[in-house]
T-cell receptor
Framework: SQQGEEDPQALSIQEGENATMNCSYK?????LQWYRQNSGRGLVHLIL?????REKHSGRLRVTLDTSKKSSSLLITASRAADTASYFC???????????FGQGTRLTINP | KAGVTQTPRYLIKTRGQQVTLSCSPI?????VSWYQQTPGQGLQFLFE???????NKGNFPGRFSGRQFSNSRSEMNVSTLELGDSALYLC???????????FGNGTRLTVT
């Protein structure tokens, strides 16, 4: 079963708008990571946030982590057509020592 | 640095056959993980190898196996293929457990 659950499952917005995706997880974690996957390709690591961090930025990306609610969000600002992809959160499970992925959010940026 | 390389890119097999997939990690990465991706189940963890030892294994039947060589290259094998094994198989390497994964572009396996 999946550790992380992304919400929404699909999101369609206009170019230039901001996109927000959420991720919830169930167990204690060491860190949480976000990945992007273009259709039929491998995943690309975007950003890692540790369990003792609350917010992290990387370019147009902003990630927040709330360990009390076991949730994280990924914000993409000023979206571009090239941001069209699936986005996955992944948690490093302290107990199982493996990276477990959510089901992903399919993001479509309309020109 | 060259990225993670997976071969072959596409594979078509029939039920009952076996298949071997190959993965060359980024130079210097000793951890190699394998994932199965399907539309219904999403990304499922298969196993992870570090310095030729399997450190973790997912909930897959024994038909799924793997190994890692001394140069960190890894192979996974699926025996007695079933239709449900049709999937994108992704390999990823990393410096150590918990650090970001670097994925290859996967092997698309179709079982007919």
């Amino acid at each position: 079963s999946q550790q992380g659950e992304e919400d929404p499952q699909a999101l369609s917005i206009q170019e230039g708008e901001n996109a927000t995706m959420n991720c919830s997880y169930k167990t204690s974690i060491n860190n949480l990571q976000w990945y992007r996957q273009n259709s039929g390709r491998g995943l690309v690591h975007l950003i890692l946030i540790r369990s003792n961090e609350r917010e992290k930025h990387s370019g147009r990306l902003r990630v927040t982590l709330d360990t009390s609610k076991k949730s994280s969000s990924l914000l993409i600002t000023a979206s571009r057509a090239a941001d069209t992809a699936s986005y996955f959160c992944a948690t490093v499970d302290q107990g199982a020592q493996k990276l477990v992925f959510g089901q992903g959010t399919r993001l479509t940026i309309n020109p | 640095k060259a990225g993670v390389t997976q071969t072959p890119r596409y594979l078509i097999k029939t039920r009952g056959q076996q298949v071997t997939l190959s993965c060359s990690p980024i130079s210097g990465h000793r951890s190699v993980s394998w994932y199965q991706q399907t539309p219904g189940q999403g990304l499922q963890f298969l196993f992870e190898y570090f310095s030729e030892t399997q450190r973790n294994k997912g909930n897959f039947p024994g038909r799924f196996s793997g190994r890692q060589f001394s140069n960190s290259r890894s192979e996974m094998n699926v025996s007695t293929l079933e239709l449900g094994d049709s999937a994108l198989y992704l390999c990823a390497s990393s410096l150590e457990w918990g650090s970001p994964l670097h994925f290859g572009n996967g092997t698309r396996l179709t079982v007919t």
